[in-house]
């Protein structure tokens, strides 16, 4: 199983990023698909998850309205699109499936 996230970088408060996850070694469409962030300090938290069709989709309350998660089944790849950031958005985002986590990239929210 691999998990590889890309997109990550620095925004200005108030802007967007899209992140990606290229998945492979599993039949990636069965599967739920999770973003989860950390930031220095902080525990691991869920950001959005993603059911194996797209179907039911669910946020921390903390990105609602801001963040959507969704999957490209034909792509094996899901995807976090992130707008209007804030710097407490600042963090490393890792995509998750089970016990499988991706190395994680790099989001700075910072004018």
């Known amino acids: 199983v691999q998990l590889v996230e890309s997109g990550g970088g620095l925004v200005q408060p108030g802007g967007s990023l899209r992140l990606s996850c290229a998945a492979s070694g599993f039949p990636f469409s069965s599967y739920t698909m999770n973003w989860y962030r950390q930031s220095p300090g902080k525990e691991r938290e869920l950001v959005a998850f993603?059911?194996?069709?797209?179907?039911?989709?669910n946020y921390a309350d903390s990105v609602k309205g801001r963040f959507t998660i969704s999957r490209d089944n034909a792509k094996n790849t899901v995807y976090l699109q992130m707008n209007s950031l804030k710097p407490e958005d600042a963090a490393v985002y890792y995509c998750?499936?089970?016990?499988?986590w991706g190395q994680g990239t790099q989001v700075t929210v910072s004018s």
């Open positions: 993603i059911s194996s069709t797209g179907g039911g989709r």
């Open positions: 998750n499936q089970g016990r499988n």
